[in-house]
């Protein structure tokens, strides 16, 4: 049974950072390409970064230079280290499975979600 669980979401103002985790089960390790989305409210849900099986990390323009993905594969867990954060990246933050999501970062590749972490930014 494959479960991702996140957290580190929170309230911070503007210029603040915050560091999201995604904890991986059912996983032998992050094999997957992995992926963090975020969806705010009235908006679709947009693929911001990932990073595949050979740690390589692609990133979308509007957040590109402040957050940076990561993973740590003996803990099976993602990260997003967010700074420099802007009332713009507030949304609920999804991390996410494939195999293979391009650099679309498009959330029908998708095939495992966590249940998100909610960021606001002030």
């Known amino acids: 049974h494959v479960q991702l669980v996140e957290s580190g979401g929170g309230s911070v103002q503007a210029g603040g950072a915050l560091r999201l985790s995604c904890v991986v089960s059912g996983f032998t390790e992050i094999t997957f390409c992995m992926a963090w989305f975020r969806q705010a409210p009235g908006k679709e849900r947009e693929g911001i970064a990932t990073?595949?099986?050979?740690?390589?990390?692609t990133y979308k323009d509007s957040v590109k230079g402040r957050f940076t993905i990561s993973k740590d594969n003996n803990k099976n867990t993602l990260y997003l280290q967010m700074n420099n954060l802007k009332p713009e990246d507030t949304a609920m933050y999804y991390c996410?499975?494939?195999?293979?999501?391009?650099?679309?970062?498009?959330?029908?590749?998708?095939?495992?979600w966590g249940q998100g972490t909610q960021v606001t930014v002030s």
């Open positions: 990073i595949d099986g050979n740690a390589v990390t």
């Open positions: 996410a499975a494939g195999y293979y999501f391009g650099l679309a970062i498009s959330p029908t590749q998708a095939h495992y």
